[in-house]
């Protein structure tokens, strides 16, 4: 859905990468060798997207396709931050999750913390938290020893925002679950979190920068209390700067 909206608004078409299969339900190891070949084609994407001067405009299914998406980002842009909107750190490993969820370490395998095959690169420095609330502890120690920086919602968002990315180029993540529940259908329902209208205030602030990318996921098909489809045209309104601000060559991965 979020795709289809995406290609009707910047009028270009979608490259579709892999076809929807029934989820597994099992352990991160599991997970990332059913999901390889679809990951490593979305590596082989982003890298002709870079290769040929084009700048991704991505919607994920899960947020672990960040495994495959951002060591491409790393090595093509070493100056840009990653802003990782999500209700969740995503800087698990292998060896500290007490889930085995592959999502929970999707930003920990381009961060190098443990090797998912599909590379890294991605510096420390250059990653940004934004709305992150539903830490575990190995991750919260990360962000205590000022190893990630974390930016908490609530007032003044886009400024201290703009402080932490320091005027450097910008690559932005969005789990759709980083906003309050019930604006959008999510599989996790986290308080606390962002408003439109502030998805729409940090928008403006990042069209004031060179953007390298954006990618959207974990928008859940679901329907309102009158069994009507929620469309996700008033989320993509709020990115509206963003998907209005003028890139040379855009492509929809």
Sequence with gaps: MI?????TRLHIDPFVVGTPEPALCTNWDAELAAAEPALQA????????????????????RCAVALATLPIVARHRPDAVVVWFDAHADLNTPQNTTTGYLGGLALSGPLGMWNSGLGDGLKPENVILCGARDIDPPEQSLIDHDVITLVEA??????????????????????????????????????????????????????????????????????????VLIQPGPLLDALRPLLDTSWSSPRLA
């Design 42 to 61: 979305m590596a082989q994407q982003y890298e002709r997207i870079f290769r040929d001067g084009g700048l991704p405009i991505t919607a994920l299914s």
């Design 154 to 227: 609530g007032p003044n968002l886009p400024a201290r925002l703009q402080a932490a990315i320091g005027g450097r180029p910008v690559y932005v993540h969005i789990d759709c679950d980083v906003l309050q529940p019930g604006i959008v259908p999510t599989d996790y329902l986290v308080p606390g979190g962002l408003t439109l209208n502030d998805l729409s205030a940090v928008a403006d602030m990042f069209a004031l920068h060179e953007l390298v990318g954006i990618e959207i996921g974990e928008f859940e098909a679901g329907q309102d209390a009158t069994g």
């Design 3 to 7: 795709a289809t909206e995406l290609a």
